[in-house]
Every structure is written in C-alpha cells, then in structure tokens.
C-alpha cells in the first residue's frame, strides 16, 4: 500500500530551526508537497519538489531524496506565527495526491 | 479575487438528513476536489473533477455523490448522512502550469456534525 510517515508533534524554541521529516512509499512519483496548515484554516501551499536537492523559499527550505523516498522541511529564525501543522503529500504514478498525517509544530517563547 | 469559497461553514445533520456542500472558484482551474479531514489522518479525497461536465471517484467515495455542472461550481452532496460522515470537508482547486504540476488552493473547510 502506499504510505506518507511524519512525526505527530515537535516543539521548537522560538528564533531556533527545525526540521521536519517526511518518509513516502508510493506506487511511483511526481512530486512532493509541503503545505502549511494553522488550526482551525485551510492548508496553503509551501513547497513543491520533483527533482533531488534543496529548494529555498526566504526562511523555508525544503528537500528531497527520491532514492531514499524522504523528504524534509526546514524552518529557519522560528516565529510564533510558525506553529501550525505541516503537511506532506506525494503526488503517484496516477497524478493522485497521497497525503500524511500531518507534523503538528508547537513553537515556545 | 474570493479564490476558492465553500458553503455553509458549519453544518449539524440528524442521521438520514441529505445536504449539499457548495464549492465556488473564481480562478478558471480545470480541476476541483472534495477532500475530508479526520483527527489524526491525513486528508482523503472524495470526488475530484478534471473538467465541465466530468467527475471521478476518489479514494472514499461511498455516501457521497458530485456534480460538476459549471466550470467554477463544484457540489458535494450526502444523500443520507451518516454519523461517520461528521468531518471537515475541504474544497480545492488547480490548473496544471506548463511543465508543472499545480498546487491546490483549498476553501476555509465545511465543519459538518451528524448526529
């Protein structure tokens, strides 16, 4: 079957970096999601990545080993507006988007 | 630019009570999904459209039916409300750029109770 694995929880000190993991196994790959959700809104859209490496957005980063199928998002210079959940989603073999649970992150003055 | 709108926000049902969840884009994207959101799970899509006129079954179609009459309107409906259908339902979009997959614009949720 295909499967997304994130951590449930993870806090973080405000003005610190963290990094949040995301394994996958799917039935092939066309890329792979971060979304941003805050409690109570709807997801908003990261990141995307289809190749290996490092993509850059200002205090967000995120990477990619399609060979090793993970992926990770990283945060930088941590604020409170950061506590939100972290979503992953990899898109298959058929275009479908198979999404994780979710990486709820708590941010602490 | 509203972006992607749903109807109602929030919902209480009665068991066997039917409903119908509206979703309205006003970005001109082919494709339009109805997700839902369960604690510790992630989202699992529903019906999903890649055009005017057409739908498909998602990964949890069952009590739920769709359709796509308008390019800009996608509804979801429950014919007979179950109480494991008490979710948030989210509304997406997105239009394939060149050489890209686009992302999904979500609506701000349908918080739905059946009780």
């Known amino acids: 079957g295909q499967n997304i694995d994130q951590p449930t929880e993870m806090t973080a000190t405000e003005g610190a970096i963290v990094q949040i993991n995301c394994t996958y196994q799917?039935?092939?790959?066309?890329?792979l999601f971060w979304y941003q959700q805050h409690a109570g809104e709807a997801p908003t859209f990261l990141s995307y990545?289809?190749l290996d490496g490092l993509e850059e957005k200002g205090r967000f980063s995120s990477f990619l080993s399609r060979s090793k199928g993970y992926s990770y998002l990283l945060l930088k210079e941590l604020q409170m507006k950061d506590s939100a959940s972290y979503l992953c989603?990899?898109?298959?073999?058929?275009?479908?988007?198979?999404w994780g649970a979710g990486t709820k992150l708590i941010i602490k003055p | 630019n509203a972006g992607v709108t749903q109807t109602p926000k929030f919902r209480v049902l009665k068991t066997g009570q039917s409903m119908t969840l509206l979703c309205a884009q006003d970005?001109?994207?082919?494709?339009m999904y109805w997700y839902r959101q369960d604690p510790g799970m992630g989202l699992r899509l529903i019906h999903y459209?890649?055009?005017?006129?057409?739908?498909a079954k998602g990964e949890v179609p069952d009590g739920y039916n769709v359709s796509r009459l308008k390019k800009q309107n996608f509804l979801l409906g429950l014919e007979s409300a179950a109480p494991s259908q008490t979710s948030v339902y989210f509304c997406?979009?997105?239009?394939?750029?060149?050489?890209?997959?686009?992302?999904?614009?979500f609506g701000e949720g349908s918080r739905l109770t059946v009780l």
């Open positions: 989603a990899v898109m298959d073999s058929n275009y479908q988007l198979i």
């Open positions: 799917t039935s092939g790959f066309n890329g």
């Open positions: 990545n289809v």
């Open positions: 970005m001109n994207h082919e494709y």
């Open positions: 997406a979009s997105s239009t394939p750029r060149q050489g890209e997959i686009g992302e999904l614009f």
């Open positions: 459209s890649v055009g005017e006129g057409t739908t």
